[in-house]
């Protein structure tokens, strides 16, 4: 059968792209809202659920009210994500980003449901873009914490809190490794905003600890957050932390100026007056 062909052949073709683009339609869903106290119609919503990266299920809500456009309501990821009952929580791994602050933005396109529109789906499109790439952003965040355990050998604690948008714009990184030469601990306390590790000037140095050699360790991580427009890679910048440390510590402490009391003079004879010479001073006088 020709139909069957041609739709075995647009089903081969549509699973490449959605191999090769990492998004894949899951599911289609269409809901009837009624009005409260009565039985019109008062919306119709339309839940898509996306598979992105072949791992992180998304689903997207489109309202769509009688005679206008459809809206995007919601979108989130579909995940079972644990709920830390403290503050700060150590995440044996990285929770999904928010998508709250993208909602404004694909509402601000043209109705998504409009066919006649060629850009009526740009608010869809950019939505999943979006997501897509934080996904991507994130994933290249777990390798480069992993690459601190196995390349730096870093003890690495992530604190975060699903529930505080500030833990996820500043992300707080608690790396350990040793100083070996020293025999001693070092940790770095670092920031990642959402753009690490893709973007310069997206990690930050917060503070540097150690129980040796504080003036050294202050020097150092005065130089290094010096530099923090320059760093993206967490990796990159223990590494540099590490190189450093022994220069840092051939660094000259500067020396404490000591100002010390100086002992009592004694109080020097005083010479006695000599007979003065009324003559003498006198010719000097009129000289």
């Known amino acids: 059968d020709q139909i069957t062909i041609i739709k075995n052949d647009y089903d081969y073709r549509r699973l490449i792209l959605e191999e090769l683009a990492g998004i894949q339609i899951q599911s289609i869903e269409e809901e009837k809202v009624r009005a409260k106290g009565s039985r019109s119609l008062a919306a119709t919503l ?36 644990p709920s830390p009952s403290k503050r700060k929580e150590r995440a044996e791994y990285l929770y999904l980003p928010p998508l709250d602050d993208l909602l404004p933005i694909s509402q601000s396109y043209p109705g998504v449901l409009k066919s006649h529109d060629s850009s009526g789906s ?19 965040r777990i390798f480069e914490l992993n690459l601190l355990r ?6 690495v604690e992530v604190l975060q809190n699903p529930s505080d948008p500030e833990d996820y714009l500043f992300q707080q990184v608690v790396c ?17 905003t959402p753009d690490c590790p893709r973007v ?3 990690l930050f140095l917060d503070d540097l600890k150690c129980q040796k050699h504080a003036w050294a360790i202050q020097h150092l ?15 990159k910048l223990i590494s540099d932390l590490q190189e450093n440390l022994g220069t840092a510590l051939q660094q000259q402490q500067p020396k404490q100026l000591q100002i010390t009391a100086m002992p009592p003079s004694k109080e020097l004879p005083q010479p006695e007056p000599s007979p003065l010479n009324h003559d003498a001073a006198a010719d000097l006088w009129e000289c």
């Open 46 to 81: 339309i839940h898509v659920q996306l598979r992105l990266l072949h791992a992180h299920k998304l689903r997207v809500t489109i309202e769509s009210k009688e005679g206008g456009k459809g809206v995007i309501t919601n979108a989130r990821f579909v995940e079972n994500l």
């Open 122 to 140: 740009g608010g869809f499109r950019f939505l999943v873009h979006s997501a897509l790439a934080r996904l991507e952003t994130r994933n290249d």
């Open 150 to 155: 196995e390349r730096n050998k870093c003890e």
């Open 176 to 192: 350990k490794f040793p100083w070996t030469e020293e025999n001693t601990e070092v940790t770095a306390i670092l920031r990642l």
């Open 200 to 202: 310069a000037g997206s």
């Open 221 to 235: 991580a005065a130089k290094v957050q010096g530099q923090q427009n320059y760093y993206a890679s967490p990796t």
